[in-house]
């Protein structure tokens, strides 16, 4: 099956600093989604990317939906304490028996020093 | 917007027992809602799909006898996870897709603990 690796696997950093992630397939995906998972809740949706080349920002976070389909980036900005969490991205890979189906990359655990 | 509930959120049962898990879209109708489950310090791994008004589809390695999906409106997914096992204990959670279907929308998820 499709696979998405996500890193770093996880990052310490001192409030106030800028954050990037990453995730990286071998296959092609119609969509990018970014989420943030806090202990014991669901995924939350933060950024959804729908066009290969597409930037989109929402508030500090910005995203990318890379040229060749096949990778997107998070980037955090100024980091603040409450930005500690998991951090997922998902790909709804292209048509047949996967459409509208979601694979997740394996997390990256953010942790934010005041 | 685009808001998913489940319930409960937290289940504690004795081994050999069924448990039944809702997943309400309370603002939006999701013809197709999503149940993964995740165990600790992993990432969500997808169960089943779960279609309005027909049977779910079921990931390779899922027991369709042993997870139960119903998907009796376009607002509510039910899974029963008949005869729990400790082993099934992990976190569930169930997903709704947006309008237009491109964006999953999440639940809070349920805590499964099989004595």
């Known amino acids: 099956g499709q696979q998405l690796n996500q890193s770093p696997q996880s990052m310490f950093i001192q409030e106030g600093e800028d954050v990037s992630m990453n995730c990286t397939s071998s296959s092609i995906f119609n969509t990018w989604l970014w989420y943030k998972q806090d202990p014991g809740e669901g995924p939350v949706l933060l950024i959804a990317l729908y066009k290969a080349g597409e930037l989109t920002s929402n508030g500090r976070l910005t995203a990318q939906f890379g040229i060749t389909r096949k990778d997107s980036f998070l980037n955090i900005s100024a980091s603040i304490p409450s930005d500690v969490g998991i951090y997922f991205c998902a790909g709804e890979p292209t048509g047949g028996t996967s459409y509208g189906k979601l694979t997740f990359g394996q997390g990256t655990i953010l942790t934010v020093h005041p | 917007g685009a808001v998913v509930s489940q319930h409960p959120s937290r289940v504690i049962c004795k081994s050999g027992t069924s448990v039944k898990i809702e997943c309400r879209s309370l603002d939006f109708q999701a013809t197709t809602m999503f149940w993964y489950r995740q165990f600790p310090k992993q990432s969500l791994m997808l169960m089943a799909t779960s279609n309005e008004g027909s049977k779910a589809t079921y990931e390779q390695g899922v027991e369709k006898d042993k997870f139960l999906i119903n998907h009796a409106s376009l607002t509510l997914s039910t899974l029963t996870v008949t005869s729990a096992h400790p082993e099934d204990s992990s976190f569930y959670i169930c997903?709704?897709?947006?309008?237009?279907?491109?964006?999953?929308?999440f639940g809070p998820g349920t805590r499964l603990t099989v004595l």
């Open positions: 997903s709704a897709d947006g309008t237009g279907g491109d964006t999953q929308y």
